[in-house]
C-alpha cells in the first residue's frame, strides 16, 4: 500500500511539474501547408516597424504569430546577416567579441528556396536563393548536443527566445513566459519539442505574439521580427 501511494505521489508530482513547465512557454509550430515565413525590419518608407502593434496595422488577420528577430547593435541595425525578401542588408559576421551574440558557435536561421535551415555562422554559405536570414547567437543546441558552455549551475536569468528545427526539419518557435537561464531554455527545447538545432534570438526584451495573446507587454522596440502568416 505504502508503494502505491508514493508511486501516485510520484506521478501527480511528475504531472504538476510538467505542466507548470509547459505553461511557461509559448510555442507555436509552423504548418507550411498553410503558412509561411517572413523577416521584418523597415517598412516601404525605409522606416523600422519597432513595435508588434505596428507589424499587425498591415493586416492584422493574417498574422498567426510574430516574435523579436535576433541580437541588434547600438545603432539599431541587426547584429550580423541580416536578408529580407532576398536582399542582403548586413553581411555576416565572424568576429570574436563579448556577449551572447559572440559566444559560440552562433548561428544563422535562414531559408533556401523556401525551406528553414539553421547553421552554424562558420558553415553557412550565401546564395541568391535564399529568401530570409538572420544571425544570432549563441546556438544553445547543435546537432542534438546542448551548448557545454550552459549548465544547470547557471543563474542568469531572463525571458528569451529561440528558433528550433527538429530532426525531421519541423520549425519551431519558443518564447517563454517568464525569466529563464540558458540552459533551463535549452534543456526544455530539447526535452519536449525535440530540438535537434536551436538558436537564440534574444533576451530581456523577448515578446511574441500569438492568436491574440501576448507573453508580456513590449517595453522595447525591436529591431527585426520574424512572423507567421496565413498564406
Excluded: H
Aim: with cysteine; net charge positive; aromatic share 16%.
Amino acid at each position: 500500500m505504502r508503494k502505491i501511494c508514493l508511486l501516485a505521489l510520484f506521478l501527480i508530482t511528475s504531472i504538476f511539474t510538467f505542466s507548470l513547465e509547459e505553461s511557461n512557454y509559448i510555442v507555436y509550430n509552423v504548418d507550411f501547408k498553410r503558412e509561411n515565413v517572413k523577416f521584418y525590419w523597415l517598412n516601404n518608407d525605409g522606416i523600422p516597424f519597432e513595435k508588434i502593434d505596428n507589424l499587425l496595422k498591415l493586416n492584422p488577420n493574417k498574422f498567426k504569430f510574430i516574435m523579436n528577430g535576433g541580437i541588434y547593435n547600438d545603432d539599431f541595425t541587426p547584429e550580423g546577416l541580416y536578408i529580407e525578401n532576398g536582399k542582403e542588408f548586413t553581411p555576416i559576421n565572424l568576429n570574436d567579441g563579448a556577449g551572447n551574440f559572440y559566444e559560440k558557435p552562433n548561428g544563422v536561421f535562414y531559408f533556401y528556396k523556401n525551406k528553414p535551415f539553421i547553421v552554424t555562422s562558420e558553415k553557412f554559405k550565401s546564395n541568391s536563393k535564399i529568401n530570409y536570414a538572420l544571425q544570432s547567437g549563441p546556438m544553445l543546441i547543435t546537432n542534438g548536443e546542448l551548448n557545454p558552455s550552459f549548465t544547470d549551475k547557471s543563474t542568469s536569468k531572463f525571458i528569451r527566445n529561440g528558433v528550433c528545427l527538429t530532426k525531421n526539419n519541423s520549425l519551431i518557435f519558443i518564447v517563454s513566459r517568464n525569466p529563464v537561464t540558458l540552459y533551463e531554455f535549452s534543456a526544455y527545447a530539447k526535452s519536449t519539442q525535440n530540438c535537434y538545432n536551436f538558436l537564440y534570438m534574444d533576451g530581456s526584451l523577448s515578446r511574441a505574439y500569438k492568436y491574440n495573446e501576448m507573453n508580456a507587454p513590449q517595453k522595447k522596440p525591436f529591431v527585426t521580427m520574424i512572423a507567421v502568416e496565413i498564406k
